[in-house]
């Protein structure tokens, strides 16, 4: 596995492999690495001739009150993960390697990231579509890989990846989790040993609230209210939203239909915890 | 020369260029082709094995009060011109081709369009960002071509393609200009002849700041108040801006040192005229 920290030399392996007409998955990550980002590669493995996994704590996907500095990091462990996994190139840049003195440009999208977590971390998503656009140009990925878990991040990648023309197919995942439910996350290390047990309260609600529908239930307010009430049965776990919200445009949604999103946010301890499930195949 | 309308059509015959490492030279334009448009096709076609010209209208850089639905158009002339010049593909999309329902994405810089005609033109260096990321993802040239005329919206593509890692050559090509010195510009074709005669008077003017700086003057409040008297004297003229800048962040300047760039927007009757001149080389 090669390792590369700078854009140049990137760019040349990049074009020697184009020149090879290689096909390259690409799974861009914040590093931390666990199962979930694990999945994407193993999935990346599968269907390309070159796996690229970035990991890149990207600031300016970080509200200023955020845990930016905090983010936990661990270059070595996600060294030896990624080729235990065979990947072929893990892209680690500095900071200044992306963002430049000067750097002035973004990228970002209407509608879909005026919701959800695109009210409670401003300008969140600006930085998630520019460093998108990014690595995007820099690896050329015939395809690139990311998890349900950050559904609104998915949708949001794959209506830029459409509205900026670009030939990479996005692909989603799905959650990966832990066996009491709890989704994989780089953060879920922020938890102490009771706020561990406590977060086990996400998945179990959002389970009922899959079942209630699947029983038949169409009103999103009467299933958000259940939902709702267990997580807040458990008092370390203190909710940011939940919500249920078209996929397409990400606008709350009042009756259940294909490609409902229930998506949460919940800060247990330190850490903001997300979980959703989405409603397909229904009548 | 192929004529393509539809974007798929397009990529089929890109991949295909690109599959016989043809390189490619793009000359983006809003159509209504003048001998400024005719420079940056014959530079493209010298330095390229295809040259591929864009016409579209974007209606994303228009600002609401603006002249969208006045903006010149003759395809067929235009085309005619593009043939002439031995240009290989002409590319003319309609607009949702472009931005289809559900067109949710936006590229935009910080700073450099802050200024000048992002102060006068709300929006229009988002969609001047958002039209450039489409086209070079559609086209992958490798080098792009525009007018000094429009030397901020230059300065801010040369930026974003850097910012984004875009591998294209952005190359900007000397302003062409009418027989007393009128830059030209498709909207050159508003003023009617007592407006055309008076519109000589803005290059005059540039002319005579760009020689008082050649004999010393660093001030440039002195220099643009000697401009600005002279494009005063002309009653059909209204400055809507004049300026001098920092090229490299397109903010004001107080010294003339290189890289000043002095710039204006100027109403004659309906037309709004941009002419600019650069300080370079100077002690």
Chains 1, 2 share one sequence.
Do not use: W
């Not at 690139?144 to 197919?169: H, P």
């Not at 008092?235 to 996929?247: F, M, P």
Request: aromatic share 8%; hydrophobic share 45%; net charge neutral.
């Amino acid at each position: 596995m090669l390792e590369v920290k700078n854009i140049a030399d990137l760019k040349q392996k990049i074009k020697d492999l184009k020149a090879e007409n290689k096909t390259i998955g690409l799974v861009p990550t914040m590093g931390f690495l666990h199962e979930g980002h694990g999945s994407l590669i193993k999935k990346a493995r599968e269907e390309n001739d070159i796996v690229v996994v970035s990991v890149f704590v990207n600031p300016k996907q970080f509200a200023a009150n955020e845990d930016l500095s905090n983010y936990p990091r661990d270059l070595v462990k996600d060294s030896a993960y990624c080729r235990e996994l065979h990947a072929d190139i893990l892209f680690i840049p500095d900071a200044d390697e992306i963002y430049p003195a000067g750097f002035n440009s973004f990228a970002d999208i209407y509608q879909l990231g005026d919701n959800l977590c695109g009210i409670k971390r401003a300008g969140h998503f600006r930085g998630v579509c520019t460093i998108i656009v990014k690595l995007f140009n820099l690896i050329k990925p015939n395809r690139a890989y990311f998890g349900q878990k950050d559904a609104q991040q998915l949708a949001i990648i794959k209506r830029i990846t459409a509205d900026f023309n670009f030939d990479v197919e996005v692909i989603g995942c799905p959650i990966v989790r832990e066996a009491d439910g709890l989704a994989k996350s780089s953060r879920n290390t922020y938890l102490n040993s009771e706020e561990r047990k406590a977060a086990a309260i996400i998945n179990k609600a959002m389970q009922t609230g899959q079942k209630i529908i699947a029983d038949g239930e169409k009103n999103t307010a009467v299933v958000l209210e259940k939902i709702r009430a267990i997580i807040e049965s458990e008092k370390l776990a203190r909710i940011d939203y939940l919500q249920a919200v078209d996929l397409e445009n990400m606008q709350d949604i009042a009756t259940v239909k294909n490609n409902t999103l229930f998506a949460t946010a919940v800060f247990v301890g330190k850490a903001r915890l997300l979980d959703n499930f989405l409603i397909e195949n229904i009548d």
